[in-house]
């Protein structure tokens, strides 16, 4: 059976902390050795965020991002292991709209409004540049974060397939255990204990928002736009993917 140790989500760790943790990592590397710890970073920017893409030395004096994420972590840990869990886009931007939402009370109609806008701003700007610029410019909301192929496809030239899980969100959600028993095979793990696996799969869910329930639902039409938006790229993905859920079709 696995060990199970927990952090409270308050531990802060300090510099020392990462610098201890990167010699020790760094000395296994170089003695080309195992250690049965394994370090978890749950950011989920990790996936796509490059904004910072002329920061890397490789992509100085380029027109467009040649190094990304998936360069930077894998020379940090060649061996890496990505999990990425996947919900339908259109679902997923709302639910980020209404999340992100500090500076104005959020609502159906302003985000039917900043839907139409993104949309016009991305098609406008895939018209005359890259596209891989068109992921990093500014919108009135984060509609480039659902194309999730383009970014899977990022890693995928990276790293090999058998280093990354992609599961299923709305699956997920219906049987968690399933789902963790999935990733302890895909990390090569023994499996959790029974009480283990129970209490891991009653936690509660992290960064959730009451101000969903006061918004409702979104507009029919704002979620008709979306998914004609979002179609495509979703059939790109459940292609690369082999998967027919990552289509997200409504029966």
């Known amino acids: 059976m696995t060990d199970l140790i927990l952090l409270p989500r308050e531990l802060e760790l300090s510099v020392n902390d990462f610098q201890h943790g990167w010699r020790v990592a760094r000395k296994i590397k170089e003695e080309k050795t195992t250690h049965p710890l394994i370090t978890v970073d749950g950011s989920a920017s990790t996936a796509w965020d490059n904004r ?3 920061e890397i030395l490789e992509n100085q004096r380029c027109s467009q991002p040649r190094v990304g994420p998936a360069h930077v972590v894998t020379q940090m840990n ?5 999990i990425l869990i996947l919900r339908d886009p259109t679902e997923r931007l709302f639910s980020d709209y209404v999340y992100f939402s500090h500076r104005e009370a959020p609502s159906r109609e302003r985000f039917h409004e900043k839907v139409k806008a993104a949309i016009a701003a991305f098609q406008n700007c895939t018209s005359h540049k890259p596209l891989s610029l068109c992921l990093l410019q500014k919108s009135t909301v984060r509609l480039h974060l659902g194309l999730y192929h383009i970014f899977i496809s990022n890693w995928l030239r990276v790293i090999p397939r058998g280093h990354l899980l992609v599961l299923h969100s709305e699956t997920y959600r219906a049987n968690v255990t399933a789902a963790l028993e999935q990733a302890f095979r895909f990390l090569d793990l023994p499996p959790l204990s029974n009480e283990a696996m129970r209490f891991l799969s009653t936690l509660r869910e992290r960064n959730t928002t009451k101000k969903k ?3 409702g639902a979104m507009l029919p039409q ?3 736009i979306l998914r004609e938006f979002y179609s495509e790229h979703n ?4 292609r690369l993917l082999d998967d027919d859920r990552f289509e997200w079709r409504r029966g």
């Open 78 to 82: 060649p061996d890496v292991r990505i």
């Open 52 to 54: 910072h893409w002329l």
């Open 222 to 224: 704002t979620d008709a």
């Open 235 to 238: 059939s790109q993905l459940a």
């Open 213 to 215: 329930s006061s918004v």
